[in-house]
């Protein structure tokens, strides 16, 4: 029984994580209020929540400030894009809609154009920022990749976005769900991710020879 409570023990390992996932949910919501830092923030949660939270490297605070800077450029531009679209494709719903409500074959055309552009910035969104944590890459070739991946494996895209899904209507549902949500679902994500993550990554000992690098990553 007193091995039960010691701190060691599955009970407190447990709850430490829990304390550490709703740490990391309110350091990324707090990063995410000036609204164009959403990318940076995303970055660097996945970033903590795999080093950190799942192979126990560093600490959260420092871990997180550290791919919140070396991201940051990437990071804005790209959640900069995403937050255009996203405005775009909420002024086109309606004018499609109004179309549709036509009856016209173009409006129809239009509505199935709509919803493939939808789907491909779902698809992108993703794998994005979780490609941004752990390679360098140029923003062009930042979504290029995640458009690449997210429909390589599109059984393991579908499973994100109902993930996705999910935490998006949770945190609207509760504002205290915004305290654990995030970080939460970017756990749980994070066990498809790193799966596939694995595909394109070096065999360990073919880094071993990198002097200096931490290739956590590998292990």
């Not at 029984?1 to 996932?21: Q, R």
């Not at 009856?103 to 969104?125: D, Q, W």
Request: hydrophobic share 55%; charged share 15%; glycine share 6%.
């Amino acid at each position: 029984m007193s091995g039960f409570f010691s701190i060691d023990s599955p009970l407190f390992t447990f709850l430490g994580k829990a304390c550490d996932v709703m740490f990391i949910s309110l350091i990324w919501f707090v990063s995410c209020l000036p609204i164009v830092t959403i990318g940076p923030a995303t970055t660097a949660l996945y970033y903590v929540i795999v080093k950190v939270i799942r192979r126990d490297r560093g600490y959260i605070f420092r871990e997180y400030c550290r791919s919140f800077k070396e991201n940051f450029k990437v990071g804005i531009i790209s959640g900069l894009i995403f937050l255009l679209l996203a405005v775009v494709l909420i002024i086109d719903y309606n004018f499609s809609i109004q179309m549709m409500q036509q009856n016209s074959m173009a409006g129809t055309l239009f509505f199935a154009v709509y919803c493939a552009i939808v789907l491909a910035c779902l698809f992108t969104l993703m794998f994005i920022f979780p490609i941004l944590s752990r390679f360098t890459v140029t923003v062009k070739g930042l979504f290029k990749t995640a458009f690449f991946m997210s429909v390589r494996h599109f059984p393991t895209t579908l499973l994100l976005i109902l993930i996705f899904a999910a935490a998006v209507a949770g945190c609207l549902l509760t504002v205290v769900g915004v305290a654990v949500i995030p970080a939460a679902a970017c756990l749980l994500s994070s066990f498809l991710i790193e799966r596939v993550f694995k595909k394109y990554m070096p065999k360990p000992e073919e880094s071993a020879e990198e002097s200096g690098k931490d290739t956590w990553y590998l292990e």
